[in-house]
Structure formats: structure tokens, C-alpha cells
């Protein structure tokens, strides 16, 4: 194994080791960081839908609260105005899900499924939980899933208190079945934003090549600069060297010297092989004189 060889392979080894201290050591820090900005995003997409709420409520259904009387609005609802809202976003954010999931809900598309029930109970139990953060399995991988209580407002229990005081064109589409009971300030949905797991590992991963790209690229450099280095300052030398100590051993006396000027350890080795071989001329030449 050639010297160029053992230090190339040196090389390689250094790189490896640090590509690997690197995988350990960000890996954690830039899941959670990744995780901490889909987090953010699911964060603003709640205000946005929030203030969808609101102004719906405050501001589109005292408008068309006269026609609910014999013609149902979905306009007027604030839920859907806040779904369709989203629907806006996920053109251009396509991985988040948002739902209203409710107890006991108007419309049963918006019934909470069992794990969305815990939430709201949890919220319930809780009174001074404003956010629940969890992951979950699901059958397409695990998912991020960000939650915030639902409380019914004054403005609700328009159509939600009674079916006696609902408008009858709701009680025509929906029945009296389901979405009656609210009470004020009771937590009674909660929305939750979704977003697969591997949304964020995506962002770590793009994070992650953003800092490898550049170390592979120095370390290419430092590469064909040191083995250029290399050659120009050691094995080249050393090999001429080599050359010229293997001719005077085969009695190859006027084989030229070679020189290195300077004072590192390569110029010292060339001066002594040269005074090596004088001194080996010099009792050859005594020998043949004698």
C-alpha cells in the first residue's frame, strides 16, 4: 500500500467520522426545529381561520339573518366560512388538514372521530389548556397534529341552543337531532390542523443538505489540494530520491543528485543521501586506488 493510498484513505476515514458526528449531532436539533416551523405555519393557519370566524360572525351573518328564516345561508355559518378559508390555503400548502371536529355537531361530517373526542374532553377537563400538541399513527404514516378548544359564543346559540328558537330553514336541512344544547363559554369543538410527520423530516433533511453540500465541497478541495501537496513536497521527492539511491546501488555512479532546497525533514533526507553517496564514491575511489 503506497503512501498516497494510506493518506487518501486517512482522509476518507476523517471524513466519514466527521459526516457521522454531524448526522448524530443534528439530527435531533433540526427535527425540532423543522417540527417547531410546521408548528408555526399550523399556528397562523388557525388565526387566519379564527379571524374568518369572526368576521363571519360579527359582520356577514347579521346580514343574512333575516333570510335564514326561509332560505339556509352556509355563508352565515362560521365554521364554513373558516373551512373554506382553508380550503384557499391548501392550494398552496396541500399537506395540511384542517377540521372543526365538534361533540355534537350540526353537520355530522363535522362529528369528532374518537381520538378527536379525547382532545375535546381534554380541553373540557382542562379549562386552562389553550393548545395540545400530539403525534399520532395513522395508516398512512404518522402525523403532527396541533389542536385549540372551540367555545361556543352568545352569537352560537342563535341555532344551537333550542330547535324552538333555530331557523326553520336549518331545521329543514339538518334536523333536530344533532347541534342543539350549546351553552355559552362551553367548550364545544376544538380545531385541529394535520400535517404528516414527514413534512417535517423534509424540512430537516433540506436543512441538513444545506450544511453538507458545503462541507463535501471543502472537503473536495482540501482533498486535491493536500494530495497535490503531497505529491509536490513528498512523494515526489522521495521518489526521485528513490530513483537516484537505486542507480548508485547498481554502480550507476553518475546518476545526478538530486537537491531539495529549504529546511524541512525532505530537504535534510535529500543532503544526506547526497553526502551518503559522495562518501560512497569517495571509498570506492581509495579502494580502486589503493
Request: hydrophobic share 50%; proline share 6%.
Amino acid at each position: 500500500m503506497g503512501l498516497r493510498l494510506k493518506f487518501n484513505l486517512m482522509l476518507l476515514a476523517v471524513a466519514l467520522a466527521g459526516m457521522l458526528l454531524f448526522e448524530l449531532a443534528s439530527t435531533p436539533i433540526l427535527q425540532n426545529l423543522a417540527t417547531d416551523e410546521v408548528l408555526q405555519s399550523s399556528r397562523i393557519m388557525m388565526e387566519s381561520a379564527l379571524g374568518a370566524r369572526k368576521y363571519t360572525s360579527e359582520q356577514v351573518a347579521p346580514l343574512l339573518e333575516p333570510e335564514m328564516q326561509t332560505t339556509f345561508r352556509p355563508q352565515a355559518v362560521s365554521a364554513y366560512a373558516a373551512k373554506k378559508n382553508f380550503d384557499v390555503l391548501r392550494a398552496t400548502y396541500p399537506d395540511y388538514v384542517y377540521r372543526e371536529a365538534a361533540l355534537n355537531p350540526t353537520n355530522l361530517e363535522d362529528r369528532a372521530t374518537d381520538w378527536e373526542a379525547d382532545v375535546i374532553n381534554d380541553f373540557r377537563s382542562h379549562p386552562e389548556k389553550k393548545e395540545i400538541v400530539l403525534r399520532r399513527e395513522t395508516p398512512t404514516g404518522l402525523t403532527l397534529n396541533l389542536a385549540r378548544p372551540l367555545t361556543a359564543k352568545p352569537a352560537c346559540l342563535v341555532c344551537h341552543s333550542t330547535p324552538a328558537v333555530a331557523p326553520p330553514s336549518m331545521i329543514a336541512i339538518y334536523g333536530v337531532q344533532n347541534g342543539f344544547g350549546w351553552h355559552a363559554g362551553d367548550v364545544i369543538g376544538a380545531q385541529i390542523v394535520s400535517v404528516p410527520m414527514g413534512l417535517a423530516q423534509a424540512r430537516a433533511d433540506r436543512v441538513r443538505m444545506l450544511f453538507l453540500v458545503p462541507y463535501l465541497v471543502v472537503f473536495a478541495m482540501l482533498f486535491v489540494l493536500l494530495n497535490l501537496l503531497l505529491d509536490l513536497m513528498v512523494i515526489g521527492p522521495i521518489s526521485r530520491m528513490a530513483k537516484t539511491a537505486e542507480a548508485v546501488s547498481l554502480g550507476q555512479m553518475d546518476a545526478p543528485e538530486y537537491v531539495r532546497g529549504g529546511a524541512d525533514q525532505i530537504a535534510r533526507l535529500s543532503r544526506a543521501i547526497n553526502l551518503m553517496r559522495r562518501s560512497l564514491e569517495e571509498a570506492l575511489r581509495m579502494l580502486t586506488n589503493g
